[in-house]
């Protein structure tokens, strides 16, 4: 007789990750590994972990660290959710600042501005949260259905035709005239 022991996938987790640059690697791998083992389709993944990415960025370049701590020296907190009914949420919370998240509208030549823009074309929805305490948490819906495919209306896959089968294409004679 065998013993078979199921193992149980978290469907929310949380983590402390340091105000700066240094903990969004390790918080991106985290939610993969955790959201590949909960069955979570890889195109889901992949928005939520650039979602998060872009939130932590946002927090530690705009947010002040949670509780008393400096800018540089706290931490933020990131977190995700699987619903019941297989939606995912991810959140990230920092300690407040200055100005609230909106979408920016950058010039074509700036280095930054395009974080909240790019959550909004990927997200079912998001929205801002404030806490009695100041802190302020950033929440972002990235799917109703984690185990099935990104937003149809979002990245239209359209089969093309390969160049090969169209017989009426001829660019054989197309540079006869270049000497």
Excluded: Y
């Excluded at 974080?115 to 806490?131: F, K, P």
């Amino acid at each position: 007789m065998a013993l078979v022991v199921a193992q149980e996938v978290p469907t929310s987790s949380s983590m402390a990750v340091p105000h700066g640059p240094a903990g969004v690697g390790e918080a991106r791998h985290r939610m993969r590994a955790q959201l590949r083992t909960g069955g979570v389709a890889e195109s889901v993944i992949d928005d939520a972990v650039l979602i998060l990415s872009e939130l932590l960025s946002n927090a530690c370049r705009h947010g002040r660290p949670l509780g008393d701590a400096l800018a540089g020296d706290g931490d933020v907190r990131a977190a995700w959710h699987v619903d019941p009914t297989g939606g995912l949420t991810v959140e990230v919370t920092d300690g407040g600042g200055p100005t609230r998240p909106v979408p920016a509208t950058p010039s074509v030549t700036a280095r930054g501005g395009r974080g909240l823009n790019i959550i909004t074309a990927l997200a079912v929805e998001w929205g801002v949260r404030d806490d009695t305490l100041g802190e302020v948490t950033v929440w972002v819906v990235v799917h109703k259905d984690a185990a099935g495919p990104r937003r149809e209306d979002f990245a239209p896959r359209v089969p093309a035709q390969s160049v090969s089968a169209m017989p009426d294409l001829d660019f054989g004679d197309a540079f006869d005239g270049l000497d």
